[in-house]
Every structure is written in C-alpha cells, then in structure tokens.
C-alpha cells in the first residue's frame, strides 16, 4: 500500500492537473482540485441537478488550444503518465481519482484545437482516472480538432472495479473542414485502456498518419468525424442495450441493398454508386458476459454525431444531473 500511495504520489507532482472526488454528505464534491499552466479545472457547484448529487469539471487550456512548444514536464513512475517518444511540445497530463459511490462528469466547455506542430513537436494529452467501486465516471469531452500540420498524441488510461461504470467519449474532427481544411494534419494518434483491477481489459489504439502513396483525405473520403464511445458497468447496462438495439435497426435501413431488377421498383433507376451513408455505427460488447460495449461512428457532420451522443446518452440524466452534450 505504501509503494502504491508513493505511486500514486509520484504521478501528481508530475501532472499539471489533479482531480479528486469523494462524498461529502451524502452527495459526490470535488475535494482536490489542482491545475497549472497550460490547463484549467473547473468544479462548479451548480453543473446538474443537485438531487443527482454528481461532481462536474470542465477541462480548459489557456488560449483556447494546445500548442507545439519546447516545454517538457518530467515523465512520472506511473505508466498511464508516460510521455511518448515522439519529439514533444505541450504536454498536459491529469489524474483522476473517483472514490467509492461517487458520480463524477469530465468534459469541456469547447473542441479541444491543436494547433500547427512547430519543428515536427508532438503535443500531448495523458489521463489516468482510477474510478472506486459502486462509482460512475463520465469523460463526455467535446472532438478534438487538429489543425494544418499539427502533430497530436493522447492516452487515456482508466483504472476499474468489476462494479465500476465508466464512460468514455473519445472523438475528432477532420480540422477546419466548413473552411476547406480537411485532414490536413501530420499525426494523430489516441490510446484508451481499461485496466480491470490492474488486468487489461479493453485495449484500443487510433492511428492517422500522412503517407506518401495516399494521404489521409484520401482514405476518409467525405467523412469528417471520427468517434468513439465506451459504456462499462451495470448501472449502464440498460443504455448499452438501448444503443446497441437502435444502432442496429438504423444501420439495417442505410445499408439495405438496393431493390434488384423486376421487383415492385424496377422502374426507378439505382444509381451506379449508391451515395455512402451520412453517418456510420457499429456496437461490439468486450469483456466477461459483455460487461462493456464500444460504439464506432464515423460520420460527414459535427452536428449529426453531436446530435447520436445527444440521443443515446441522455439516459444518463438521473446520473449526472444533466444530458450530456444538450441542444444549443
């Protein structure tokens, strides 16, 4: 206990943020709440419902961006907080600690923009939340947007118990694309695992590199929007089922084959090339009998996986005291 509290420690001298919730009365409150330059923390006290007694915070950089820079901080003994290997610029590490029975929410008050890598430095983002027993830890961030010649690395690392929830959004965007940029940028990489009880349970990697035989926007086409969504642990069981039934029902009417000649609609034409659905879903269960469900969307619009994250995790209102990513 007392290598795994030097640990423990150890990661948050090194960070430039650190988050602790724990219940105070009957209710979850943000006990610890450090940040310093270039991140921001907020815990405001009035985020949801106070009957859900949830804690918010909302993840802010000075100048509304992460920038390529020469600033390094010191790698920590902790393998969530590992820098990469990659020439850096700004780095922004946080911890996150969620005690037993507690409901927390993480998010964002923008897109996170990353700005154009200055002599081939990566930025950087690197979370590692251990969320407690009984608890619910929501990451509901706005994408990531990676502007012309950026270079950007994250890795997000979340430590459970069999009965821990955790979900995890995890999603970006082509760039300034209403503006023509489209996956104009250098490197991107996001890392996500689960440790459960300190046992890999869900692994997952994304990668987008430029390539001297196809570039990125060669191989995304006109989608502009990448997404990832995480639903772990029995309190979220119902809306795992719930996006799995919906998704496969909608995805059944997008994909359906063109009806074939002779049929009750042969005298409509079909096209040579059917025009590829605006937005595409799969559902995949992991873990022991399925504990968890990752959903992938890939999509043309901001707005239209804004609007899927709207629908399917609005069952997390009672939780959290309010809808993630609510109408404007």
Same mark, same amino acid.
């Given at each position: 206990?007392?290598?795994?509290?030097? /640990?423990?420690?150890?990661?948050?001298?090194?960070?430039?943020?650190?988050? %602790? #919730?724990? =219940?105070?009365? *009957?209710?979850?409150? #943000?006990? $610890?709440?450090?940040? =310093? &330059?270039?991140? =921001?923390?907020?815990? !405001?006290? =009035?985020?949801? %419902?106070?009957s859900s007694g949830a804690a918010w915070l909302y993840a802010i950089t000075y100048g509304g961006g992460i920038v390529s820079v020469s600033r390094r901080i010191a790698s920590s003994s902790s393998p969530g907080l590992q820098s990469t290997n990659q020439p850096t610029g700004d780095i922004i590490s946080c911890t996150v600690a969620v005690g037993d029975g507690c409901a927390a929410a993480m998010t964002t008050q923008a897109s996170t923009k990353v700005y154009k890598a200055v002599d081939s430095k990566c930025s950087e983002q690197v979370l590692e939340a251990r969320v407690g027993e009984d608890a619910l830890f929501a990451l509901i961030p706005d994408p990531v947007t990676c502007f012309s010649m950026a270079r950007y690395h994250q890795k997000q690392v979340f430590h459970v118990f069999p009965n821990s929830n955790l979900v995890v959004v995890d999603w970006f965007t082509s760039g300034r694309y209403e503006s023509g940029e489209k996956w104009n940028f250098s490197f991107y990489k996001s890392i996500n695992h689960i440790l459960l009880e300190d046992q890999p349970l869900f692994i997952d990697s994304v990668l987008l590199e430029q390539s001297s035989n196809f570039s990125i926007a060669d191989r995304m086409q006109e989608y502009n929007v990448v997404a990832m969504v995480i639903l772990l642990g029995p309190k979220l069981k119902h809306t795992q089922d719930q996006m799995q039934d919906e998704v496969k029902k909608m995805m059944s009417v997008q994909l359906r084959p063109p009806t074939s000649?002779?049929?009750? &609609?042969? +005298?409509?034409?079909? !096209?040579?090339?059917?025009?590829?659905? !605006?937005?595409?879903?799969?559902?995949?269960?992991?873990? $022991?009998?399925? +504990? *968890? /469900?990752?959903? %992938?969307?890939?999509? #043309?619009?901001?707005?239209?996986? &804004?609007?899927?994250?709207?629908?399917?995790?609005?069952?997390?209102? !009672?939780?959290? *005291?309010?809808?993630?990513y609510p109408a404007s």
């Open positions: 206990m007392e290598a795994e509290a030097a /640990m423990a420690a150890a990661a948050a001298a090194a960070a430039t943020g650190a988050v %602790r #919730v724990e =219940k105070v009365r *009957g209710r979850s409150a #943000v006990t $610890r709440c450090f940040a =310093k &330059y270039p991140l =921001k923390l907020i815990a !405001p006290s =009035k985020a949801g %419902r106070a000649a002779g049929g009750r &609609y042969s +005298t409509r034409s079909q !096209p040579l090339h059917p025009q590829r659905p !605006p937005i595409i879903a799969s559902c995949s269960p992991f873990g $022991r009998m399925g +504990t *968890g /469900m990752v959903a %992938r969307i890939t999509a #043309v619009s901001t707005e239209s996986v &804004y609007s899927f994250l709207r629908h399917h995790l609005a069952a997390l209102e !009672p939780f959290l *005291g309010a809808c993630p």
